[in-house]
């Protein structure tokens, strides 16, 4: 792909990225970030191809290294956001039966 | 030419794009507590579908070796995030930013190391003398920046995390004349990655990373703990444009897409966090201006307003005698649990 078209994606990911958030109510900054950190670790699909490519031992190393610390952030990223989300919900789930009667 | 330079194979791109929608409707989800639960389940299956596509498209070599590496770094993850206390949850998220900073940085440097096999560079063979590899022009750019804003990810990450843990003093600390020397070592990395572009040369690239490791060391030290989540927010921010600087690097939709909205969100987030907190934006960036040297700024006097810290006695005995009480529920409150009460 040339590099107009790679930029152009970018630049509509970043508008997304912008208007997605502003209505986010302040309880959940905190989940909001978490679930952030826990895409970011899309780095991962780099240390993929890192780890694949042939040719050097070193770089292959450090590629697979990076897929370690990227699979520690995807899982303990969602895990916490997850534990995080579960609080919230409790406040939910009391309030329906109540409030039906 | 490798694999994933070649013409881009319709279904990887499709499946890229898909996990991208899924990452949209993530942060979508995340927005409202109706809905969140939802988001998340979104963002895994995102996750899921990059993964498993990159691993597919390269079955080439190790997947053993990757699904190993996969499988240790899941398990230290949902370890800890299963034992952290939830109280120290803000700690925890600088820590994983700092894992995604590192891994850019390793993924930049493996990068360099290998040009070819990368896509990025071509073997030169000339007439007389050794064969040797030139990179391109504007993947040395793109790599410079990604791996430039990883290193500061990863610095930046560590001392909040320091901080927030209270391994560090949480009070800014103020080195004489910091502005001027932050400038520097800025302009410093900026002037390097541009000679970057003449020089493919060890040096530059490896000034480039120390260079990049310190000013996200003195970014951060400078700012209070009270500014702490909106720092932590913003080094989320910074770990969205590494992903999509190393995106650009290796040509790779994913990693641009998610990255450009991780980058883009972390900033608005940061920017909504401070003016729920009532603080200035830039004054938090640019660090430590709440601190008593900063008289000099004029936002000073604006964000020195009086607050106070009290005991659980002192907030009863106030409470029973005021005629009305505002909460303010946030994170804190979740954690203790306190909506129940309240309702």
């Given amino acids: ?101 | 030419m490798m694999e994933h330079t070649a013409p881009v194979n319709p279904w990887v791109a499709l499946a890229y794009l898909v996990a991208g929608v899924c990452f949209i409707l993530a942060l979508r989800g995340l927005s409202s507590p109706a809905t969140s639960q939802r988001g998340n389940r979104y963002g895994m299956i995102g996750m899921l579908i990059a993964v498993v596509t990159t691993v597919l498209t390269h079955l080439n070599v190790g997947v053993w070796e990757i699904l190993v590496a996969i499988a240790i770094g899941g398990a230290i993850g949902l370890v800890t995030a299963r034992r952290i206390a939830m109280t120290d949850m803000p700690q925890l998220v600088a820590a994983f930013h700092s894992l995604v900073g590192l891994a850019a940085v390793l993924v930049g440097v493996a990068a360099y190391l290998n040009p070819v096999a990368f896509g990025i560079g071509e073997m030169v063979i000339p007439l007389i003398g050794d064969p040797f590899v030139v990179i391109h022009q504007v993947s040395r750019i793109e790599m410079g920046l990604g791996v430039a804003i990883g290193a500061i990810t990863f610095s930046g990450s560590v001392i909040a995390f320091l901080k927030l843990n209270g391994n560090m003093s949480g009070s800014p600390i103020m080195l004489p004349g910091r502005h001027v020397i932050n400038l520097a070592v800025l302009a410093g990395i900026i002037g390097l990655i541009a000679y970057f572009l003449t020089d493919q040369s060890g040096w530059v690239f490896w000034t480039i990373t120390a260079l990049s490791f310190v000013i996200g060391f003195l970014l951060i030290i400078p700012i209070g703990g009270a500014d702490m989540p909106v720092v932590v927010s913003m080094l989320n921010s910074y770990s969205g444009w590494a992903a999509a600087a190393m995106g650009f690097t290796l040509h790779n939709t994913a990693m641009i897409i998610t990255g450009a909205l991780v980058g883009s969100s972390g900033a608005i987030l940061s920017y909504i966090m401070c003016k729920a907190m009532n603080r200035s934006f830039i004054s938090v960036i640019a660090g430590g201006f709440g601190a008593s040297d900063a008289g000099s700024s004029g936002g000073g006097a604006a964000i020195d307003r009086p607050w106070k810290r009290g005991s659980a006695e002192d907030a009863a005995f106030l409470m029973s005698q005021a005629e009305q009480v505002v909460i303010v529920p946030g994170y804190g409150m979740a954690v203790a649990q306190a909506q129940h009460v309240l309702r």
């Fill in chain 1, 1 to 101: 792909m040339d590099f107009i078209s790679i930029l152009s994606i970018f630049v509509m990911a970043c508008f997304v990225g912008y208007y997605v958030v502003w209505s986010v109510t302040p309880a959940l900054h905190t989940p909001l970030m978490a679930v952030t950190n826990a895409v970011s670790s899309v780095i991962i699909v780099g240390a993929l191809i890192a780890s694949a490519a042939a040719g050097s031992a070193t770089s292959k190393y450090l590629g697979l290294l990076a897929v370690v610390l990227a699979s520690v952030n995807i899982f303990g990223g969602f895990a916490v956001t997850q534990r995080m989300l579960a609080m919230y919900k409790k406040k939910e789930r009391p309030a329906a039966p109540v409030s039906g009667k």
